[in-house]
């Protein structure tokens, strides 16, 4: 399994990024893929996932309504849109994947991409 993130960068204060993931090597449509990011000296931090199988999707208070996640099924890709975008939001943000469904990806993913760098200036 292979999860490439692209599209981060740098952005001033309510402006707005997308992320995307791409993705290769899953034998099974079934299994849980979204966004994790770890900010300097915090925790990671599980953001948003949806389902491969029936494209639910799934988010966190600290980012419900400001990011959307969804799926390009021809591309093979996952994105995340980003808008309204704070200082608070400047971490690595890490594409990452689970097989044992969407319970199991929020308590910690298999299968995780490099990551990414957002850097929200205020």
């Known amino acids: 399994v292979q999860l490439v993130e692209s599209g981060g960068g740098l952005v001033q204060a309510g402006g707005s990024l997308r992320l995307s993931c791409a993705v290769s090597?899953?034998?099974?449509?079934?299994?849980?893929i979204g966004w994790f990011r770890q900010a300097p000296g915090k925790e990671r931090e599980g953001l948003s996932c949806i389902s491969n199988s029936d494209s639910s999707t799934y988010y966190a208070d600290s980012v419900k309504g400001r990011f959307t996640i969804s799926r390009d099924n021809a591309k093979n890709t996952v994105d995340l849109q980003m808008n309204s975008l704070k200082p608070e939001d400047t971490a690595v943000y890490y594409c990452a994947a689970e097989l044992a469904g969407i319970s199991s990806w929020w308590l910690g993913p298999r299968y995780w991409g490099q990551g990414t760098q957002v850097t929200v200036s205020s």
């Open positions: 090597g899953f034998t099974s449509d079934y299994y849980a």
